[in-house]
């Protein structure tokens, strides 16, 4: 069990778990005690960023060190999802690789080249591990973690289009959908953005304040429905993308104020993978964040400070502007990680037997 970033999950050798995909979920609903809204009888914590698990081998492709699928385990039904990446577990995929060998160490620091199999995407974590073991402790602090921890650097190296086959799916810098404008856009992580004061919302309002607004939910879950089609995504009624993530201009000195519905419960941050395509639609001209943003027009490198509930997110993005079209060129960020504990889940032997 590891914290990565301001997440928490179960990391797995892929040759521990069934074989069959299946029987597979259904160890790790019971691994996590779900579904039930404590998860008494598991590890889960209850809530969304507590019940994620990583899967994770040794990779066929000479250029990758490790495949890494991340597996979202709801809270409170019998269903494990592969619709998304999770950057926050990825940053304790690296440490996990090299303490269990599947990585050698190098004196200092350590690079572990990723496979994200849930889109294909390559990102590179370069981990600290001074004498050749990996540390935990160091000065990186993230908002929404106690203290401070050694950094993992997280570079992503070909992210846009990942889920939805490209950047802009619906071809649009904006569109109208439910008689709002929205962007749509996928660097990583599919995100619907949509102005706060457009749902009648000062964009600055508290989790707890938003998930007790039934219509203001209703509302958003439309237009969820709606998008997830024209994102090549789908029908996304029981899936967890396309995020919604409500703007507003920054009002503690970032680039943009965010809240995140992930997509029914609100984030206490902002993700990993979420923060990177709500940072690239600040710098893309046209949609609904570029006018919001604190950004200087016309750059192609900067370093963004996503706002959240809980702080903000730094990310630094290169752009380029190719045929009238934004290109991401690269994306990378700051996490920490933690390990927890390491040893045996019990399941019941019904399940691990596929019964």
Known sequence: MMRGGTSRGLYFHRSDLPVRESTRNQVLLACMG?????????????????????????????????????????????????????GNILAGVGPFAIEQNLVRANDGETSVRIRMVNTGGLAVARVQTPGGVVSYDGLARIDGVLGTAAPVMLDFLDLSGASCGALLPTGNA????????????????????????????????????????????????????????????????????????????????????????????????????????????????????????????????RSLDVEHPGGFFTVEIETAQNAAQLEVKRSSLLRTARKIMQGQVFVPASVWAGL
């Open 34 to 86: 779900s579904p039930h809204t404590r998860q008494v009888d598991g590890l889960g914590g209850a809530h969304p960023l507590t019940s994620k698990a990583a899967i994770i081998s040794p990779s066929a492709d000479p250029s990758v060190d490790v495949d890494y699928l991340f597996l979202q385990v709801m809270v409170d039904r019998a269903e494990v999802s592969d619709s998304q990446n999770c």
């Open 174 to 301: 904006t569109d109208l959908v439910a008689g709002m404008s929205v962007t749509c856009i996928d660097n990583g992580m599919p995100v619907v953005l949509i102005r706060a004061n457009e749902l009648g919302k000062t964009g600055y309002e508290s989790p707890a304040e938003l998930e007790a607004d039934t219509e203001l939910k209703q509302r958003i879950e439309v237009v969820r429905l709606q998008t997830g089609q024209l994102m090549n995504l789908g029908d996304v009624a029981s899936k967890t993308v396309p995020k919604m993530c409500l703007i507003a201009r920054p009002r503690n000195g970032g680039t943009l104020s965010t809240r995140t519905f992930i997509p029914h419960r609100v984030h206490e941050t902002i993700g990993v993978l979420g923060a990177v395509s709500v940072a690239t639609a600040c710098m893309l001209n046209g949609s609904v964040a570029y006018e919001l943003a604190a950004t200087v027009s016309g750059a192609t490198r």
